[in-house]
């Protein structure tokens, strides 16, 4: 053992003699390693050790090894969660399905077979192979992993017209906290016998078992998409073009930036995006042959009409994923320009303007940078909280401002998270948001299925 706190030789060393054939990581570095995902929430723990299993049936020990020595387990994908939800805890097991990346296509029967650890992109590129596709794209498609997409319901930029994860789910496996595996639902497209327990793990985090094979419903390959791009002086506007478009057409993207989004992504990237522009909507149809023209035109109809200064339209699939890459990666560029406290509030598309100049307004207030991106489509924005996590006053504003954000949200109709969960970041909004009652209901389901409490612990409730 190399770099190794003395303290937890003994655990460690039970815990390889316990299970011979896991693969364990238990150096200092590799626990340090797992102790965040990319919300870096400051409580999170040092795990004891990082589990790696290859099997449901090595889930299932390492379960029944933590559930008869009370050891808390956190349930890892890719880590790339922007709730704290993959946060480890102290001195416990972090299962990490990063090595269990099987995947399977049946074109036959449109679905695909797969291993949590499988990376969204390398699912879409084996969908391909056979002309099928696998819709969920959230921005993080390149290094986030299915189990963690199904734990979190991820959403995307295609989910305004696709929908979200849970609507691919067909089933799962899942290890239960007293080590039990559950097949839930399966290779059917209809299913409707007993509880619907498939969804009740969809978006759990971690919180309720241990997600070890998923299958999912795959659709024929999309025509290629037509792009269009639209600038605004006034962010209100942009918010009335949102709203009138998702109204009248269906576009198979509606994304936003803000100037702060638009200028950190061109200070990296230098698509040649217009810095002065206060808002730009990127839009997409993907309706068969000319009919996607013929939407996208629709669309820039609507944004002139709305007052968009500049309009650009084109069926280069290239130029258009150019601006999709600017979305992409707009969280990644607003993270240069300081510690990010990253909302996810989505509300309902009417009040989409309402939320972006309240956002705005406690900006102003709280004198912190806010910059909103957001799934305008679907009415759920990111808005990205920049501190400096060196300045305390600056952080503790900073702090106020996100939980404001979340009860501007409430007020006007929303949700305190649409698409990244709740974890541990959002935890302290849950009882506000959805009221003692169905706080209670959340309780006795977790009660009733993790007694001991030693899923996740800390994250959701
Ligand atoms: C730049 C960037 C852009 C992003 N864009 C989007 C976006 O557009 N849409 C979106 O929805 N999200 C987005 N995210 C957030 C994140 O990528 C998603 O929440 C993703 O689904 C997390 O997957 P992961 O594999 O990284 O899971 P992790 O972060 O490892 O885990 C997330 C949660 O799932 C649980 N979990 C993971 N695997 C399992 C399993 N097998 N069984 C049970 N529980 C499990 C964990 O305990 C944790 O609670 C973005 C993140 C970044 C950094």
Redesign the pocket.
């Known amino acids: 053992m190399t770099n190794l706190d003395p303290e937890i030789v003994e655990p460690v060393d039970d815990l390889l003699r316990a299970l011979p054939g896991l693969k364990v990581l238990h150096s200092l570095d590799e626990r340090e390693a797992h102790r965040w995902?990319?919300a870096l929430d400051p409580n999170a723990g040092l795990p004891m050790a990082v589990v790696l299993p290859h099997t449901t049936e090595q889930v299932q020990q390492v379960v029944r090894y933590a559930g008869a020595r009370g050891i808390p387990i956190?349930?890892?994908?890719?880590?790339?969660?922007?709730?704290g939800?993959?946060s480890a805890v102290e001195g416990g097991i972090v299962v990490s399905?990063a090595e269990m990346t099987h995947v399977e296509i049946d074109p036959v029967t449109r679905m695909a077979f797969v291993e949590?650890g499988v990376i969204n992109v390398d699912l879409k590129a084996a969908a391909a192979a056979v002309g099928l596709w696998y819709p969920p794209d959230?921005?993080?498609i390149g290094?986030?992993?299915i189990?963690?997409?199904?734990?979190?319901n991820?959403?995307?930029?295609c989910c305004v017209k696709y929908g979200v994860t849970t609507d691919y789910v067909l089933g799962l496996t899942v290890v239960l906290a007293d080590g039990t595996a559950v097949d839930l639902g399966g290779p059917r497209l209809k299913e409707a016998a007993g509880l619907s327990l498939t969804k009740l793990f969809v978006g759990?985090?971690?919180?309720l078992?241990?997600?070890?094979r998923i299958v999912l419903r795959l659709v024929p390959q999309p025509p290629p998409s037509a792009t269009m791009v639209a600038t605004f002086a006034d962010l209100d506007a942009s918010c009335r073009a949102v709203l009138a478009v998702a109204s009248s057409t269906r576009a198979s993207m509606l994304e936003f930036m803000d100037n702060v989004a638009i200028n950190a992504v061109e200070d990296i990237h230098g698509y040649g995006l217009d810095r002065t522009a206060q808002a730009m909507l990127i839009a997409q149809s993907d309706q068969p042959g000319e009919a996607a023209t013929r939407e996208i035109e629709a669309i820039a109809a609507v944004c002139r009409d709305l007052g968009a200064e500049e309009v650009l339209v084109t069926a280069d699939v290239e130029l258009g994923e150019t601006y999709t890459a600017a979305r992409?990666g707009a969280?990644?560029a607003v993270e240069t320009k300081g510690r990010l406290l990253l909302g996810d509030v989505g509300v309902p598309v009417p009040e989409l303007g309402a939320l972006v100049t309240g956002i705005a307004a406690i900006s102003d207030a709280r004198d912190v940078i806010i910059s909103v991106i957001a799934?305008a489509g679907d009415g759920n924005t990111h808005p990205l909280v920049v501190f400096d996590p060196d300045d305390a006053d600056q952080a503790a504003r900073a702090e106020v401002a996100y939980g404001e954000v979340m009860d501007l949200a409430i007020r006007l109709g929303g949700t305190i998270t649409g698409?990244?969960?709740v974890?541990r970041t959002k935890k302290a909004w849950l009882p506000g948001y959805v009221g003692e009652d169905v706080l209670r209901l959340n309780r006795t389901i977790k009660d009733a299925l993790d007694p001991m409490g030693l899923l996740?612990p800390g994250?959701i409730l």
């Open positions: 995902d990319r956190v349930p890892r994908g890719a880590g790339s969660g922007l709730s939800g993959a399905m949590p959230p921005a993080s290094f986030s992993s189990g963690g997409n199904v734990a979190t991820a959403g995307g930029l759990s985090e971690g919180t078992g241990i997600i070890t992409r969280i990644p799934h698409e990244h969960g974890g996740n994250a």
